[in-house]
């Protein structure tokens, strides 16, 4: 099986990936809080993940991977106690039961998911069935020595753990000492910690919240933290070969989860500890407070003052591809129209690649050996800790001799009938199987007929609005929107894209 190399954000250095069960591989990646639309940070983070489980499998390894749901726990604020729940103050305000929240936006995740072509995940535990886990979890850490109750929540206590593992802060890089004297003031409950640091890995339920479950300490709910340590454990043994996520989510989040499985299993979760940058919005992060934010659905219907048009899902995908997942990805609008062009140009120099056939007598010359090499380079970037944008440059060295061959400038004659072959292959692998993409008939236009065709349609529809012909009109556009094509007006005029 072919060696890689995965940077081990615990380790802070690549490193040659060895599995603990040979061909087998373990991976958890931490998934959404399912009380909210799914935003395009979390997108990138799940596409990431995609294409590493994507080309593992296509390595010969057998995944487990498991992404789990967050749906109680996770408190406001990201703090580690004394908020409300995410999920039961959205209930709360909506008037809706808990699990109505959970069950919109999880479908809604679904969705996303599936038309970003993301596999699904071999396992999606969620927190809500695995309280008994969490529990018994809780009570180990206690039996530990490292968590202690305190008026019917449980905290996990830092202190005792930097002191007897030495290993807390490692992970996110965060000097010991300033974790130790770090203070929350604006947190409840602060007075009922031994020290600030302390984090609840079992919280007492106030009167009106609307989550809770019966434990030995009180009527409460499991920390954020405590759940992934637990269906983690429970799916993938106490030790597995890779836990991923958000960079976001190294403190508190890994940082606490590695607390807790030291207090249950005396060592750390996983060998390769791997995590994503996060995406920007026109070089700033993406706030919805400053109006510099857009939702993955903006991005399909060009209904955004960010965007000159839309995009579809696959140009958002391929765009995703051009920039390593440890990298920060700014998206713009100048970014994306190139993006288009070149996942448009890919998808084209893969057609005409199939459509090739070879003449039966070829030689295995210097064309053959430039091509057999480009090829090998693509694995071997795409092996150095998922390098896509790497091998999106030898696939498109590797679409400029494809046109070459096509149009006569290079001879089909120079080039192996192996050689043609593992080149077709070689595409069909990493465009359909790694990197995940799909072919669609016209990716936001660029259809000469279809182009065309719809700026006639658009002029009808317009003279018709002149006209005041509304029954036209509206004719025009409820048929459009049966074949799901978005139109989009403004000063300018009006715009088309598919949906």
């Known amino acids: 099986m072919k060696e890689i190399q995965i940077y081990n954000s615990y380790s802070g250095k690549k490193e040659i990936f060895k599995p603990i069960h040979e061909g087998r591989v373990g991976m958890y990646v931490c998934g959404p809080t399912v009380y909210s639309d799914v935003h395009l940070g979390n997108c990138r983070t799940f596409v990431g993940f995609d294409i590493i489980y994507r080309y593992l499998q296509h390595l010969g390894y057998k995944v487990r991977y498991v992404r789990n749901i967050t749906d109680v726990g ?42 970003f072509n993301v596999l699904p995940p071999n396992i999606e535990p969620r927190a809500t069935g695995h309280i008994i886990e969490q529990i018994e979890m809780v009570q180990a850490i206690i039996d530990n020595g490292l968590a202690y109750e305190q008026n019917g929540s449980v905290y996990f206590d830092t202190l005792k753990f930097a002191e007897k593992y030495g290993v807390y802060g490692k992970l996110s890089g965060r000097k010991i000492e300033d974790l130790l004297t770090e203070t929350r003031d604006n947190l409840k409950n602060q007075d009922e910690k031994r020290h600030p640091s302390d984090f609840a890995i079992w919280i007492k339920a106030a009167p009106e919240h609307l989550m809770r479950w019966q434990a030995p300490w009180s009527v409460g709910f499991p920390g954020w933290h ?47 500890w791997m995590h994503g940058n996060m995406l920007l919005l026109e070089g700033k992060k993406m706030s919805k407070s400053d109006g510099n934010s857009i939702m993955p659905g903006e991005l399909f219907t060009g209904q955004s003052k960010h965007l000159t048009k839309a995009y579809s899902p696959m140009v958002v995908r391929f765009f995703m591809l051009q920039t390593h997942y440890r990298s920060t990805l700014d998206m713009t609008d100048d970014a994306l129209q190139a993006a288009e062009k070149g996942y448009r140009r890919l998808m084209e120099g893969q057609k005409v690649l199939q459509e090739l056939s070879h003449p039966g007598n070829g030689k295995a010359g210097d064309l053959d050996k430039e091509i057999n090499s480009l090829i090998d380079l693509a694995f071997n970037d795409m092996s150095d800790d998922f390098n896509t944008p ?10 400029t001799k494809i046109n070459s061959l096509k149009g006569g400038q290079l001879s089909l004659g120079d080039v192996t009938a192996e050689t043609l072959e593992r080149l077709k292959q070689t595409f069909n692998d990493f465009i359909f199987d790694i990197f995940g993409l799909l072919t669609e ?4 236009s660029g259809d000469g007929v279809v182009d065309g065709l719809m700026n006639l349609i658009l002029e009808m529809r317009q003279t018709a609005r002149t006209n005041k012909d509304w029954g036209t009109s509206d004719k025009i556009r409820d048929v459009l929107k049966e074949l799901d094509i978005v139109v989009k007006d403004s000063k300018e005029g009006a715009t088309w894209s598919k949906a």
Request: overall charge negative.
């Open 74 to 115: 996770h408190l406001e604020g990201d703090a580690d106690t004394g908020r409300e729940d995410k999920i039961s103050k959205k209930a709360r305000l909506e008037q809706l039961e808990p699990m109505e929240i959970v069950q919109q936006y999880m479908n809604g995740f679904h969705e996303m998911m599936k038309i």
């Open 441 to 444: 008939d016209f990716a936001s």
């Open 390 to 399: 790497k091998a999106l440059a030898s696939l498109f060295e590797l679409v």
């Open 226 to 272: 405590l759940e992934c340590s637990a269906m983690s454990t429970k799916y993938l043994g106490e030790k597995f070969d890779i836990h991923g996520g958000g960079g976001d989510l190294k403190f508190p989040h890994h940082e606490n989860e590695i607390a807790q499985n030291y207090g249950v299993c005396g060592h750390a979760p996983c060998n390769y």
